[in-house]
């Protein structure tokens, strides 16, 4: 649509130059018509002038009236050249009263030469605007009236010779200077088209058809006879172009920016997530965007116009209605400039919906008059569900902490215990999370120790107290005999009846009996254990056939056992000392008996899981992402 008018407007200025071109060489062919008897010609002459008087000083005052507010020096010697043009045309149809008329015709050459140099100038330079107004203005308008005032003076000394030597010197004069006028006219047309090719003003548009008209009625004016009558027609076509392009550049032009610049702002305005609304003095929507149409429950198109308080009422804390003076408070408020903001408050509309909203209110002055207010509207339901996550998220971090100081608590409380002169037992357990699903046990009995570890499956709170149930059973019941077999196949049986099915258990729990130096073991899908015996300075697995607790509602788990020399210690651990993320590991034993070979093993248990575990991080690269727990038994 936007390309469409230009092109339409080239076309129609394209017709009238041909139009008018036309009409010139059928008056160039046909000698001149002139339709008016010859005692009018004076009187249409004079009609004329008046009208290229006016024209001028139309462009003057508009000239002198915008230079302010554009600070454009074209317009301002715009203006200055037509004050120029329309003092000479004045002063050309003053002396046109006399009996010769050269005054007359050397005035009104002198304005039309005046105004062909002056587009000449003007359309062969760029536009500049000036940074600040002081005095220009009135510069430019002083000279302008020095100039018109040595050229009338010039042309007065001029005239009077001519009328003293007779008329023949200054017809000639007359002629070269309307030619040259033409020429300048048609310099300028090209001129000012090929500005406007490159991007210039839309109001440069009137300009080409103008110069040309202009070129046309001073051809018209040297063919003289029956064409003079036109000469006069054309230059007034032209100045009427020119009065168009003053208006389209004066007035059109700013109004059409105007419009652009209302539809971005709107366009801005629509893109915001927050809502916008404007209401007059009397309560009424002016214009809002599509975030405030929801949260008021209307559509733009449908509330404008409206009171506001139609769609949507504010509502106290408790619920009730604000009444009118706490209305008349903030009116009051609105009235001495003050912006309100509010950072939530509910908003209760006409569907019933209540919305938590916060608004900034800012009032819209005139001359110290409150007419109206923007509102800024911001919908506080998302912030308020965020507040409360936050707030249950705060509660399970704590309640977290606290599980996870119980289950720290519980495992400690085996660590607490006193052990037996004839072993040495080391432990750590680190979780990947807040909780744990890894869990240890050992417990010192008359003349024996049993010990164990345990991972269950998953992690997180589910693990943790799945973790929780059964260390509490290990404890109950690891007295009910000595063999480990007996331990599995009691908590085999609680994991199956009592835990989700998708959920599964890996243990291995252990003896070691003072007497006989045998540590008797029974394993539940777990990693084997690792004996490390002090003479060979071997590591070797402890192997035993059994699946992980609660699969199956019975398993005949088996018991093995091997005799400890003195120096001889059994390692527990869990999957996660060894299982290494997107990475394949053939043997998980290998991979922790390296470690273990780096370790110095003369210490005491504890500071050898501790040591083991420095070396566990640097195998993972200090990324846990699994529960890690070791448990260390040695015979002293």
């Not at 846990?624 to 070791?630: F, G, I, S």
């Amino acid at each position: 649509m936007n390309e469409q008018k230009p092109n339409e407007r080239v076309r129609l200025h394209a017709a009238t130059a041909v139009l008018a071109a036309v009409w010139f060489c059928w008056l160039l062919l046909s000698g001149g018509w002139n339709p008016l008897p010859p005692r009018l010609d004076h009187s249409l002459d004079l009609v004329l002038g008046l009208a290229a008087v006016v024209a001028c000083w139309l462009v003057a005052v508009q000239g002198w009236a915008v230079f302010p507010h554009t600070l454009s020096m074209e317009r301002l010697i715009m203006g200055a050249l037509f004050f120029s043009a329309g003092a000479l045309f004045s002063w050309s149809t003053v002396w046109s009263f006399t009996a010769t008329g050269v005054s007359a015709a050397l005035f009104a050459l002198a304005a039309r030469l005046t105004l062909a140099v002056g587009f000449l100038f003007l359309f062969s330079r760029p536009d500049e605007v000036m940074e600040r107004h002081s005095g220009q203005r009135w510069q430019a308008f002083l000279a302008a009236f020095a100039y018109t005032a040595v050229v009338g003076l010039f042309i007065h000394m001029v005239a009077t010779v001519g009328a003293e030597d007779g008329t023949s010197r200054w017809r000639l004069w007359w002629q070269v200077g309307t030619g040259v006028t033409g020429l300048l006219d048609v310099a300028a047309g090209v001129l000012v088209w090929r500005r406007w090719r490159q991007g210039g003003s839309s109001s440069l548009l009137y300009w080409p058809p103008a110069c040309l008209l202009f070129a046309l009625g001073q051809a018209l004016l040297l063919v003289g006879d029956g064409s003079r009558l036109w000469g006069p027609l054309y230059e007034m076509a032209g100045f009427l172009y020119v009065v168009r392009a003053m208006y389209a550049e004066t007035v059109e032009k700013p109004y059409t920016e105007l419009k652009q610049r209302e539809q971005q702002l709107e366009m801005m305005a629509n893109a915001l997530g927050e809502g916008l609304l404007m209401v007059n003095r009397d309560g009424r929507i002016v214009w809002m965007n599509p975030a405030a149409g929801r949260l008021i429950g209307a559509a733009p198109g449908e509330a404008k116009g409206k009171p506001l308080f139609s769609f949507v009422s504010l509502a106290r804390p408790d619920g009730a209605a604000w009444d009118w003076k706490q209305l008349r408070r903030v009116v009051k408020r609105l009235k001495s400039g003050e912006v309100i903001r509010v950072e939530e408050e509910p908003f209760r509309r006409r569907d019933g919906v209540c919305l938590p909203v916060g608004y900034t209110l800012a009032p819209v002055m005139e001359n110290g008059t409150l007419t109206g207010l923007v509102a800024v509207l911001r919908d506080m339901t998302e912030k308020k569900e965020k507040e409360r996550l936050e707030r249950e998220r705060e509660q399970l971090d704590f309640e977290m902490s606290l599980a996870a100081n119980m289950q720290r608590s519980l495992l400690q409380a085996s660590a607490a215990a006193d052990l037996p002169s004839y072993v040495d037992i080391g432990v750590l357990s680190v979780p990947a999370r807040v909780l744990s699903g890894d869990f240890y046990h050992f417990a010192v009995h008359q003349r024996s120790v049993s010990v164990g570890i345990a991972d269950v499956s998953g992690k997180g709170i589910p693990a943790a107290m799945i973790m929780t149930l059964m260390k509490f059973i290990l404890d109950r019941t690891v007295h009910y005999g000595t063999q480990p077999h007996v331990y599995l196949d009691l908590l085999n049986r609680f994991a199956y009846d009592y835990t989700e099915p998708s959920m599964f258990v890996t243990m291995v729990v252990g003896n070691y009996n003072e007497k006989t130096h045998a540590f008797s073991y029974a394993c539940a899908g777990h990693e084997p254990a690792l004996l490390y015996k002090a003479k060979t300075k071997q590591c070797v697995p402890l192997r035993a056939k059994g699946c992980a607790l609660g699969l199956f509602p019975q398993f005949s788990f088996e018991t093995q056992s091997v005799v400890l020399e003195p120096g001889d210690f059994v390692l527990l651990y869990t999957d996660g000392v060894t299982e290494k993320r997107n990475a394949e590991i053939d043997d998980g034993f290998s991979v922790l008996a390296s470690m273990l070979a780096r370790v110095n093993l003369d210490q005491p248990a504890a500071q050898i899981v501790h040591e083991l575990y420095e070396q566990i991080r640097a195998y993972h690269r200090y990324e846990q992402k699994d529960d890690q727990t070791l448990l260390l038994l040695r015979r002293r």
